[in-house]
Structures are given as C-alpha cells and as structure tokens.
C-alpha cells in the first residue's frame, strides 16, 4: 500500500468515525455545508480588515456592543452586501462559532443523539 493509500485509507476512516450513526449522504451534506460556510465566514473576515485597514483595525476586534462598533458594522454591512452579497457579523463568523462550540463542554454544537 503506497503512502497516497494509506492516507486515503486513514482519512476514510476519520470520517466514518465522525459521522458515528449518521448515514453517509447525510453526513456529506453537513460537512459540506460546514466547509462552505467556513469560506464565507473567511472570506468576510478578509474583507472585512481590509475595508478597515486604513483605520487599523481589525474586523474581529470590533465591539458590537458600543455605538462605534454598530456604526462601523452598519458601513461594512452596506459595503459587503455589495460587493460580497452577504454580510456576517463577527460574532457570527466560523471562527468564532468554533470558540464557544469548544467551551469546555459548557457549549456543543454536536448532540450526542
């Protein structure tokens, strides 16, 4: 077995562990929509510090809590829905969905059914 093989072999493996019970269409659709939404999630971030570059700031930094942060995420969100044609927040980024999924068990994303 070459060392592509094997690979291969090891990766098939992980994923049937990881979709436990789940069938395997199923579990194509999840993982691909996980994926899919990860490429967004990045995407805006990307966006969303260069549109902040010349201020020096980063776009996972803003506070959406203040006034400053809401105004700077009402000017990005207008901008992204135009060049982009979706706007994430950063709370809403997949970054950050994997931080609180990862919380020490005080948050899951997976249940155990």
Do not use: C, V
Not at 9 to 14: A, G, P, R, Y
């Amino acid at each position: 077995m070459t060392a592509k093989e094997k690979l291969e072999q090891q990766l098939w493996n992980i994923a049937n562990t990881l979709r436990g019970k789940m069938g395997a269409d199923d579990f194509r659709d999840y993982i691909l929509g996980f994926i899919f939404y990860k490429y967004l999630s990045e995407k805006m971030h990307l966006y969303g510090d260069e549109l902040l570059k010349p201020d020096g700031i980063a776009y996972g930094d803003i506070d959406e809590a203040t006034e400053q942060g809401q105004e700077y995420l009402a000017a990005i969100q207008e901008e992204a829905l135009e060049s982009l044609g979706y706007f994430l927040k950063p709370s809403e980024l997949f970054s950050e969905m994997a931080k609180r999924g990862n919380g020490g068990g005080k948050a899951k994303f997976i249940l155990d059914e």
